[in-house]
């Protein structure tokens, strides 16, 4: 196998490896998209539900349950 023949048979899976990266990443940032809108949507529906005190208790009680970034 010859120079250019190697570089080709390395560089065409890693351009492929590559290309799945960027999938999942896109995937992943999309999930966190559509979560935070779920959030969201479920905050705005408790504030017109009650008592504003009580409300921001379950709010900061499910923030303390998520995960955060280190």
Do not use: W, Y
């Not at 890693?14 to 999309?30: H, M, N, P, V």
């Not at 809108?37 to 504003?52: I, M, Q, R, S, Y």
């Not at 379950?58 to 995960?67: D, I, P």
């Amino acid at each position: 196998m010859d120079l250019r023949e190697r570089a080709t048979s390395v560089l065409v899976p890693s351009r492929r490896l590559l290309r799945r990266k960027e999938i999942a990443i896109d995937i992943i940032e999309a999930e966190i998209r559509s979560a935070q809108h779920e959030t969201f949507l479920e905050a705005a529906k408790l504030v017109l539900t009650g008592d504003p005190v009580e409300i921001a208790r379950k709010l900061h009680e499910r923030a303390e349950l998520t995960v955060r970034p280190e």
